[in-house]
C-alpha cells in the first residue's frame, strides 16, 4: 500500500510538485500536468527535465493521469479518435522511460443527443475503448477506468457493462470516492437520483486496482458539465471515504490512495497569503488528514 495524489494541486512546476510529496513522506506522483500541460504534452525538453527532477529526489511516477478517451472527448468523432490514439502512444513512451505502469483513462463523453443505453453509441464505445486497452495491453500498460463524466460513470451497471465487453486483464479500475456524490444514477428511468459513493464502490470493488481519494458535498445543478460542488477535505463529504477505507483494509486491497482535493482558496484565509501558497497548503494538509482517517480505520479494525 501507498500514499500519492495529483500534486499538480499543489503547484504548477515539478519542484513544487515534488516538495509537496517530499513533505508528505511519500515517494510517489500521480502526474496530471506540468505548468498547466498535461505530462502527455509538453516539450521533449521539458520532459527531460522532469524525469531529471524525480532522479534527484527519488519520487516515482505510479500513474499517468492522462485525458484518453475523457468526458470531452466525442465517441463518434473520429478525428478526436485518432487524435486520442496518437495521444496514448506519446503517454506510453513516456511511461516505459519512467517506469510507470498506470494510465488513467476513460470511456469518452456522455453523448447528449443520444441515450446512452442505445446499442448504435455502446457499439462505438465499446470498439473504440476495446483499441485504447488493446494498445495498452501490448505495451505492458494497464488502462485503469475512472468513474466520471463519461459513459462508463453513468452508473456501476454502465461501468459493469464496460467490464464485460472490453476482455482484457489490462483493463480495470481507478475508483474516485468523490465523483459519484454529482452524478446523477443512470438506472430506470428519469428523473434520476445522485449516486451512492458507497453503493458504486460496493459493486465494482472486485475490480479495483487504484483509488483515488477526493470527498464534496453535492450544492446544485449549472448549465455546464458538472454540478456545483462543494469539495471538503476526507470524511468531511458525501463520498463515504471512510467507509470506504475500512472496507478496502479490511479486504485486503494493498494498491495505491491518489489524493485529488479540489480544494478552492476558500479554506484558508487568503487575505495575508497568496493563492501559490494556499494551493500548497490545502494539498499538505489534504494528504495529512487523510493519512490520518486511514491510520484510525486501521485503528477500529485492530
Known amino acids: ?16 510538485q515534488l516538495r509537496a510529496t517530499l513533505d508528505l513522506g511519500w515517494n510517489h506522483i500521480e502526474s496530471r500536468s506540468i505548468n ?15 524525469c531529471e527532477k524525480l532522479d534527484e529526489n527519488n519520487v516515482k511516477i505510479n500513474c499517468f493521469g492522462s485525458a484518453i478517451a475523457n468526458w470531452s472527448k466525442d465517441p463518434r468523432d473520429e478525428t478526436g479518435f485518432q487524435e486520442n490514439l496518437e495521444s496514448l502512444h506519446r503517454a506510453i513512451t513516456r511511461m516505459q522511460r519512467l517506469g510507470t505502469r498506470y494510465l488513467r483513462g476513460m470511456s469518452f463523453k456522455i453523448v447528449k443527443d443520444v441515450e446512452p443505453d442505445s446499442p448504435d453509441i455502446e457499439n462505438i464505445i465499446f470498439e473504440k475503448l476495446s483499441l485504447l486497452v488493446k494498445t495498452c495491453e501490448d505495451a505492458g500498460i494497464m488502462y485503469l477506468h475512472e468513474n466520471c ?24 479500475l481507478v475508483f474516485d470516492t468523490g ?7 443512470h438506472v430506470g428511468k428519469p428523473p434520476y437520483k445522485k449516486q ?8 465494482v470493488r472486485e475490480f479495483i486496482e487504484y483509488v483515488h481519494i477526493k470527498d464534496c ?12 460542488l462543494h469539495f471538503t477535505f476526507p470524511g468531511e463529504g458525501h463520498g463515504d471515504v471512510r467507509k470506504i477505507v475500512n472496507d478496502l483494509i479490511r479486504s485486503g486491497y494493498d494498491g495505491g490512495f491518489s489524493i485529488e482535493p479540489h480544494l478552492s482558496v476558500i479554506h484558508h484565509d487568503h487575505s495575508k497569503k497568496s493563492v501559490d501558497l494556499i494551493r500548497y497548503q490545502n494539498y499538505i494538509e489534504f494528504g495529512k488528514k487523510f493519512m490520518k482517517l486511514f491510520q484510525e480505520e486501521i485503528a477500529i479494525i485492530g
Request: no cysteine; proline share 2%.
Open 196 to 203: 451512492s459513493s458507497w453503493e458504486f464502490y460496493s459493486n
Open 179 to 185: 465523483n459519484p456524490v454529482g452524478t446523477d444514477n
Open 149 to 172: 463524466m463519461n459513459y462508463g460513470g453513468l452508473s456501476h451497471v454502465h461501468t459493469l457493462r464496460l467490464l464485460d465487453k472490453i476482455h482484457s486483464q489490462n483493463f480495470k
Open 217 to 228: 458535498i453535492f450544492i446544485k445543478e449549472t448549465d455546464q458539465i458538472f454540478p456545483e
Open 1 to 16: 500500500m501507498y500514499f500519492t495524489g495529483f500534486a499538480d494541486e499543489a503547484g504548477d512546476a515539478i519542484e513544487i
Open 36 to 50: 498547466n500541460i498535461n505530462t502527455t504534452d509538453i516539450s521533449e525538453k521539458e520532459f527531460d527535465h522532469v
